[in-house]
């Protein structure tokens, strides 16, 4: 993952914890203010008592020679003494005003509260802040963490590479026009390489030739395949080798781009036996 990518990523959680953060304070706001309207509402143990008059039972048509039955002074209201009674000149508004303390404000104050935005308190600011601030440290650490990885890693590459080519530097020497035979017997051509790391490559000539290369002290295999006509296999081989062909008249051979001179009447097949000079 590049820095530019991770970089966006963070971004995106910042602003994914903002939008939230937002949400949960807007709706505490909306609480609140639910919770205000809930406490204006008029309290109902101030509600005036009942009535202590009987409720009237209709209306009695009497005849004007019969003689009204005469009625008894009316009871005086009569106030029960285990049931508590609020005697007060205050009006029902004055009454809800002082059983809400809250609400003890006027209309001025009430359309100045309503046209201010919502505002954050204190304590949601700052944790608000803070998360914002931690954001931006793990971004810049993740940064340089990864900048100081990458440059140690280059560091380590670079010398690995320099360390490895200065161990497996080969020997060179002088590399005739062209690279004839030193002896040659049982179908085994004997050729002296100038240098310990040498390139071999094999062309069919006329047709297509078999080739089976091997390297090393223990003749290790390193490439067995044909070679069409017209076509080329190149292979770099250190220390002593050994290269057959198949079909020696149909092939042609260059060493670091130097001809090899087979023998006159080659046999088939051929291996051509390349030896190294011996190192001091």
């Known amino acids: 993952m590049s820095i530019v990518r991770f970089i966006a990523i963070s971004l995106l959680v910042v602003i994914a914890l903002a939008v939230v953060g937002v949400a949960l304070l807007r709706y505490r706001k909306l609480r609140r203010d639910e919770m205000r309207a809930l406490e204006k ?23 004007g020679g019969v003689t009204p039955t005469p009625r008894g ?54 944790i608000l802040i803070g998360v914002l601030g931690a954001m931006v440290l793990l971004i810049i650490a993740g940064a340089l963490i990864r900048h100081s990885s990458h440059a140690g890693a280059h560091a380590s590459t670079t010398s690995s590479s ?35 790391s040498y390139t071999v490559s094999v062309t069919g000539r006329s047709g297509p030739v078999w080739v089976v290369m091997n390297m090393g002290p223990h003749n290790t295999l390193e490439y067995q395949g044909k070679v069409n006509a017209g076509s080329t296999y190149t292979l770099t081989l250190t220390g002593h080798g050994t290269v057959s062909l198949g079909s020696p008249k149909n092939a042609t051979v260059s060493i670091n781009t130097h001809a090899v001179v087979f023998p006159s009447a080659p046999s088939a097949p051929l291996i051509l036996s390349l030896t190294v000079p011996t190192s001091g």
Do not use: C
């Open 73 to 126: 002074a009316p009871e005086r209201p009569r106030l029960d003494p285990d049931r508590t009674y609020v005697f007060s000149d205050l009006t029902p508004s004055e009454r809800e005003a002082l059983a809400t303390p809250r609400s003890r404000h006027d209309a001025q104050w009430a359309l100045e509260r309503s046209s201010h935005g919502t505002r954050l308190s204190p304590g949601s600011a700052r």
């Open 41 to 63: 509402r008029p309290v109902s143990s101030l509600a005036p008592p009942p009535s202590p008059y009987q409720p009237s039972r209709g209306v009695k048509i009497i005849d």
């Open 162 to 196: 320099t360390s490895t080519t200065t161990t497996t530097a080969a020997p060179s020497g002088t590399w005739p026009t062209t690279l004839t035979a030193s002896s040659y017997a049982n179908g085994v051509a004997t050729y002296a390489m100038a240098s310990n």
